[in-house]
């Protein structure tokens, strides 16, 4: 599986845009691109996803490079409700399991 | 989006005891189902790939007889942690899929699990 490389932590103030990178460099071809965010003592919950071009829900954005080899989810105005831990997760296409690296610990100041 | 369902979400059992929990998907079939562990401060770690009607499939160094994973139906999966110890406290988490081909996965809301 492709690995992927976030920074430990972020901080962002409520109401700005949060933006989260995540690097991917040995992805493959036809890897998706996940990301997941874990609120405490909670499951994961599901963002966005991605293979090649950018997609918007109404929870994020989420940016692929060209070489897809690094992306960034956009939390466009940050609400304290979106302190968590931000997983990405390259996801080969036959596999349905996610295998989580550290991820990001977002803190959204007041 | 889909619900996944964890039965209990928290649990204390003394060492020794078996303790047993079900994950429910509420409103799709999955065909396979996933069980992880997370220590505090840590990542969820893949403990086994359960598939309906079959066995389940283990990641490496998870004890397939100390955690017990069934399958039963396209809805329920259940994990037994046997002969609990304090060092299986832990907070346990599934996740299912409807089906195989690049659809997001679905959490339950996991199960605290302290051993005393």
């Known amino acids: 599986d492709a690995k992927t490389t976030q920074p430990p932590s972020m901080d962002c103030a409520e109401g700005r845009a949060a933006n989260l990178p995540c690097n991917h460099s040995?992805?493959?071809?036809?890897?998706?691109v996940y990301w997941y965010r874990q609120i405490h003592s909670q499951g994961p919950q599901y963002i966005i996803h991605?293979?090649?071009n950018n997609e918007t829900n109404e929870m994020a954005s989420l940016i692929i490079t060209e070489d897809r080899k690094s992306s960034t989810l956009i939390l466009p105005h940050a609400t304290l409700r979106d302190t968590a831990v931000y997983y990405c997760?390259?996801?080969?296409?036959?596999?349905?399991?996610?295998?989580f690296g550290q991820g990001t610990r977002l803190t959204i100041n007041p | 989006g889909a619900v996944v369902s964890q039965h209990p979400s928290w649990v204390i059992c003394k060492s020794g005891t078996s303790v047993k929990i079900e994950c429910r998907s509420l409103?799709?079939?999955?065909?396979?189902m996933f069980w992880y562990r997370q220590f505090p401060k840590q990542s969820l770690m893949l403990m086994a790939t359960?598939?309906?009607?079959?066995?389940?499939?283990?990641e490496q160094g998870v004890e397939k007889d100390k955690f017990l994973i069934n399958h039963a139906s396209l809805t329920l999966s259940t994990l037994t942690v046997t002969s609990a110890h304090p060092e299986d406290s832990s907070f346990y988490i599934c996740?299912?899929?409807?089906?195989?081909?690049?659809?997001?996965?679905?959490f339950g809301q996991g199960t605290r699990l302290t051993v005393v």
């Open positions: 359960s598939n309906e009607g079959s066995k389940a499939t283990y």
């Open positions: 409103d799709f079939q999955a065909t396979t």
């Open positions: 040995t992805i493959s071809g036809n890897e998706y």
């Open positions: 991605g293979l090649k």
């Open positions: 997760i390259v996801r080969p296409p036959l596999a349905q399991k996610l295998v």
């Open positions: 996740s299912a899929t409807e089906d195989s081909m690049n659809t997001e996965a679905f």
